[in-house]
């Protein structure tokens, strides 16, 4: 059998028409596949699991390269026909999910003679049909589809709301001083000598975290937290009920618990049960990070007994400058961009046991963009035989029209013998030197797309690469982060003009600024999971006092009077209840970093061992049982706790 070959992409000149003949024949195939399906299914079960997963790889075949176009594409014609490709498939994708008949056709399945993996995509597909609520009357079926409409409205208007409320604070240029002086330079006086700090990212971060005015800083504070209050107040009131309506009628007691059902943590209730234990194992470190933050605060404010967000922004930072003073223009002369992208390729080529070719048959959708393929190596590293595991696309740099953040995005979605794993990195660094946290996004991204190649070798689209539980795919990423932190992986590749490699003690010093406020975050972060579950679970009539009640429980800092946060976290949308996630799959990447070898970061056994059983399995298993068989126990907080206590 000839190994599939890789996705021949269009050129400039093609791609128009290449998008929207790729969008028309997919979906146009996924729809007869689907008719014959509701028509005429096959007597096996496995056979209708085979068209069925036909009609999975034709859908995400058109939905990732719109979505990828969509966001990266020069021309901007192709990028909207991406956006028209995605809209079309996230509507049949709807659709399907609320088509009784097609549902029939597989609740009428007898899952006896399946392997696991089937039986597994079997009860999944289920699953996916019966939250959509296909199972339920005709009135049901109905109100679900108006609550599902509303929710995406309120979620779009919530979002706009915060967007659109830009809040202005006034202040001489006396007030603020302690600004970065490109800032100042930005912001010239206007004809009442004032300047104007916006609630902008750009203006407040560094107003926050510089001015040295601590009624200015109040005076930002107060209106950042604000942003989008009262509007968004009915608008979080509607859509914590109208969410507990919709589990409610598919047969869950609340919408956490309708969530969670779909996540490594399984349960609603495990949330909170969750977020106290983090919050537990952080009082220490909390009471020790603030602590250090008080003594500082009360140097200028002698009797200070807490401290508010108005000041522990400002004082956090002012520690981390006093006492880690990192000079973070001698970091990045050892971080030049090409560099660290050979080095990346290099270290996790060694670590996972790959090898990445230039493709010269590739064609990329711009000229910055480099294409591998990625081979397997031997066990001493040379050449290994075989074919190739996949393609990727490295797109670094920002250009007009492209995403603004840093993602891996998928191109194919790998499955056995039917069709290889392709994927992309779109990320928004400079060409010349890089600065630390973008080598560690580098790192964390590239953790994604590794996944996403070595998981497409599986039988079934529906478990190919990243698809595993929402609240553990974060933690491969977060994992091999730690590859750029450690000094012996970071001198093969951070080296300076002068063929310097960066020193140890330097990486030490980076290391431990970056630890300070770590029990900080997780009280901080603990708060934030605290409101994203409990205003979803009990719907408080009172917003604000649930607020500061759960800010005076979990957040090293004081409520600030007045202040409505809740009113601008935008993470109550496409979180929802589900805000504890970003740390759960931490404790997890601390516990899988802990069966690695400190002083040997790339030995072969653990690594080919980690490779096999997390990140080639893709969605075959429950995340819970892939980390065992890795770890060859249950997963557990102990490194987690070690790591915040140090
Ligand atoms: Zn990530």
Redesign the pocket.
Same mark, same amino acid.
């Given at each position: 059998m000839t190994p599939p070959a890789p996705l021949q992409l269009p050129t400039a000149d093609e791609a128009l028409a290449w998008m929207r003949e790729r969008a028309a024949t997919g979906l146009a195939s996924a729809r007869d596949l689907v008719a014959g399906l509701r028509e005429a299914p096959p007597a096996e079960a496995e056979a209708v699991l085979r068209r069925w997963d036909e009609v999975s790889l034709a859908l995400s075949n058109v939905g990732a390269i719109a979505s990828l176009f969509s966001n990266a594409h020069p021309d901007v014609d192709v990028r909207t026909a991406g956006e028209e490709a995605e809209v079309e498939v996230d509507k049949l994708v709807t659709e399907l999910r609320q088509d009784r008949a097609l549902y029939d056709v597989f609740a009428a399945l007898d899952p006896a003679g399946l392997d696991p993996t089937a039986a597994r995509l079997l009860e999944k597909t289920l699953e996916e049909f019966r939250r959509a609520g296909v199972d339920q009357d005709e009135a049901t079926r109905k109100r679900l589809a108006e609550i599902s409409e509303r929710i995406t409205a309120i979620d779009q208007e919530f979002s706009r709301t915060i967007r659109d409320d830009v809040r202005t604070v006034k202040a001489t240029p006396e007030q603020l001083a302690g600004m970065p002086e490109d800032w100042l330079a930005a912001h010239p006086v206007d004809e009442d000598g004032l300047v104007t700090v916006t609630t902008d990212y750009p203006d407040a971060v560094p107003a926050r975290m510089f001015v040295r005015d601590a009624d200015v800083r109040r005076q930002v504070t107060v209106a950042f937290l604000d942003r989008g209050w009262p509007d968004n107040e009915p608008l979080l009131r509607e859509l914590f009920d109208l969410r507990h309506e919709y589990a409610n009628l598919v047969g869950y007691s609340d919408w956490a618990s309708y969530d969670a059902a779909v996540k490594m943590i399984e349960k609603g209730p495990a949330i909170p049960e969750f977020i106290d234990r983090i919050a537990q194992a952080a009082q220490g470190p909390m009471e020790r990070d603030l602590g250090v933050v008080l003594e500082r605060f009360r140097r200028d404010v002698p009797d200070a007994e807490a401290i508010d967000t108005a000041d522990s922004v400002y004082y956090e930072e002012l520690v981390r400058k006093e006492q880690h003073d990192v000079d973070s223009q001698l970091v990045r002369t050892y971080f030049p961009a090409e560099r660290v992208k050979q080095g990346l390729l290099d270290v996790t080529g060694r670590l996972f046991g790959l090898r990445y070719e230039p493709a010269p048959d590739a064609q990329p959708w711009h000229e910055d963009v480099a294409a591998y393929d990625v081979y397997r190596t031997g066990p001493d590293g040379e050449d290994g035989a075989g074919d190739s595991l996949g393609r990727i696309y490295l797109d670094l740099h920002p250009r007009d029209g492209k995403y603004k953040h840093a993602a891996q995005f998928t191109i194919t979605n790998g499955v056995a013998g039917r069709q290889l794993p392709e994927g992309a990195l779109l990320c928004n660094f400079g060409r010349g030197l890089m600065e630390h946290d973008h080598v560690v996004t580098l790192f964390? #991204?590239f953790g994604?797309l590794v996944h996403h190649v070595l998981g497409g070798h599986v039988e079934w689209t529906r478990f190919a690469g990243v698809s595993t539980e929402w609240d553990f795919v #974060?933690a491969p990423?977060q994992m091999l982060e730690e590859w750029a932190w450690d000094a012996d992986v970071l001198r093969t590749f951070a080296i300076n003009a002068d063929g310097e490699p960066i020193p140890a003690d330097l990486v030490a010093k980076m290391r431990a600024a970056d630890d300070f406020g770590k029990g900080l975050q997780a009280r901080q972060q603990m708060f934030y999971a605290a409101v994203s579950y409990w205003f979803h679970t009990d719907r408080p009539a009172d917003l604000t006092a649930r607020q500061a009640e759960l800010q005076e429980r979990y957040s090293p800092f004081r409520y600030i009077d007045g202040t409505h946060f809740y009113a601008n976290f935008g993470h109550l949308g496409g979180y929802s209840s589900a805000y504890y996630t970003y740390m759960w799959s931490l404790v997890i990447a601390k516990d899988l970093f802990s069966a690695f070898d400190e002083d040997d970061l790339f030995d072969a056994e653990i690594a080919g061992r980690y490779r096999d059983s997390i990140l080639a399995a893709g969605g075959t298993k429950d995340a819970a049982d892939l980390v065992a068989d890795f770890l060859g126990r249950p997963y557990t907080f102990d490194s987690y706790a070690a790591w915040l206590a140090r």
């Amino acid at each position: 059998m000839t190994p599939p070959a890789p996705l021949q992409l269009p050129t400039a000149d093609e791609a128009l028409a290449w998008m929207r003949e790729r969008a028309a024949t997919g979906l146009a195939s996924a729809r007869d596949l689907v008719a014959g399906l509701r028509e005429a299914p096959p007597a096996e079960a496995e056979a209708v699991l085979r068209r069925w997963d036909e009609v999975s790889l034709a859908l995400s075949n058109v939905g990732a390269i719109a979505s990828l176009f969509s966001n990266a594409h020069p021309d901007v014609d192709v990028r909207t026909a991406g956006e028209e490709a995605e809209v079309e498939v996230d509507k049949l994708v709807t659709e399907l999910r609320q088509d009784r008949a097609l549902y029939d056709v597989f609740a009428a399945l007898d899952p006896a003679g399946l392997d696991p993996t089937a039986a597994r995509l079997l009860e999944k597909t289920l699953e996916e049909f019966r939250r959509a609520g296909v199972d339920q009357d005709e009135a049901t079926r109905k109100r679900l589809a108006e609550i599902s409409e509303r929710i995406t409205a309120i979620d779009q208007e919530f979002s706009r709301t915060i967007r659109d409320d830009v809040r202005t604070v006034k202040a001489t240029p006396e007030q603020l001083a302690g600004m970065p002086e490109d800032w100042l330079a930005a912001h010239p006086v206007d004809e009442d000598g004032l300047v104007t700090v916006t609630t902008d990212y750009p203006d407040a971060v560094p107003a926050r975290m510089f001015v040295r005015d601590a009624d200015v800083r109040r005076q930002v504070t107060v209106a950042f937290l604000d942003r989008g209050w009262p509007d968004n107040e009915p608008l979080l009131r509607e859509l914590f009920d109208l969410r507990h309506e919709y589990a409610n009628l598919v047969g869950y007691s609340d919408w956490a618990s309708y969530d969670a059902a779909v996540k490594m943590i399984e349960k609603g209730p495990a949330i909170p049960e969750f977020i106290d234990r983090i919050a537990q194992a952080a009082q220490g470190p909390m009471e020790r990070d603030l602590g250090v933050v008080l003594e500082r605060f009360r140097r200028d404010v002698p009797d200070a007994e807490a401290i508010d967000t108005a000041d522990s922004v400002y004082y956090e930072e002012l520690v981390r400058k006093e006492q880690h003073d990192v000079d973070s223009q001698l970091v990045r002369t050892y971080f030049p961009a090409e560099r660290v992208k050979q080095g990346l390729l290099d270290v996790t080529g060694r670590l996972f046991g790959l090898r990445y070719e230039p493709a010269p048959d590739a064609q990329p959708w711009h000229e910055d963009v480099a294409a591998y393929d990625v081979y397997r190596t031997g066990p001493d590293g040379e050449d290994g035989a075989g074919d190739s595991l996949g393609r990727i696309y490295l797109d670094l740099h920002p250009r007009d029209g492209k995403y603004k953040h840093a993602a891996q995005f998928t191109i194919t979605n790998g499955v056995a013998g039917r069709q290889l794993p392709e994927g992309a990195l779109l990320c928004n660094f400079g060409r010349g030197l890089m600065e630390h946290d973008h080598v560690v996004t580098l790192f964390h #991204e590239f953790g994604h797309l590794v996944h996403h190649v070595l998981g497409g070798h599986v039988e079934w689209t529906r478990f190919a690469g990243v698809s595993t539980e929402w609240d553990f795919v #974060e933690a491969p990423s977060q994992m091999l982060e730690e590859w750029a932190w450690d000094a012996d992986v970071l001198r093969t590749f951070a080296i300076n003009a002068d063929g310097e490699p960066i020193p140890a003690d330097l990486v030490a010093k980076m290391r431990a600024a970056d630890d300070f406020g770590k029990g900080l975050q997780a009280r901080q972060q603990m708060f934030y999971a605290a409101v994203s579950y409990w205003f979803h679970t009990d719907r408080p009539a009172d917003l604000t006092a649930r607020q500061a009640e759960l800010q005076e429980r979990y957040s090293p800092f004081r409520y600030i009077d007045g202040t409505h946060f809740y009113a601008n976290f935008g993470h109550l949308g496409g979180y929802s209840s589900a805000y504890y996630t970003y740390m759960w799959s931490l404790v997890i990447a601390k516990d899988l970093f802990s069966a690695f070898d400190e002083d040997d970061l790339f030995d072969a056994e653990i690594a080919g061992r980690y490779r096999d059983s997390i990140l080639a399995a893709g969605g075959t298993k429950d995340a819970a049982d892939l980390v065992a068989d890795f770890l060859g126990r249950p997963y557990t907080f102990d490194s987690y706790a070690a790591w915040l206590a140090r």
